[in-house]
């Protein structure tokens, strides 16, 4: 596999991909040092709908992927972390629906 070039900081990178966390085992056992991890938020929080219901959707697909690989992991996946459900106003308002 080709070596990846180091990932920005957010000073280097404010708006696009950059270090952001530090990923630990929780066995305290090292990670390997050239391991890259991509985090996400999946509990719905935070305040950019768009992007919440992008991270679902990535776990969800990512479920699905290795349903015969691992099928435990993606059906506790999938039953942790469901769909979200559609907005059903169609207005369209600037920043969410509000109606």
Do not use: W
């Not at 596999?1 to 630990?24: A, D, F, S």
């Not at 996946?77 to 979200?84: A, G, M, S, T």
């Amino acid at each position: 596999m080709k070596k990846l070039k180091k990932i920005p900081t957010q000073q280097e990178n404010p708006k696009g991909l950059h270090q952001r966390y530090i990923v630990t085992k929780t066995d305290g056992e090292p990670v390997d040092d050239f391991a890259e991890y991509f985090v996400l938020r999946l509990d719905g929080g935070g305040n950019d709908p768009k992007h919440i219901k992008a991270c679902r959707k990535a776990v969800r697909k990512y479920a699905k992927e290795i349903k015969n690989h691992l099928p435990e992991l993606s059906k506790d996946l999938l039953e942790r972390y469901p769909k979200i459900k559609e907005d059903k106003c169609k207005c369209k308002k600037e920043g969410g629906c509000k109606c």
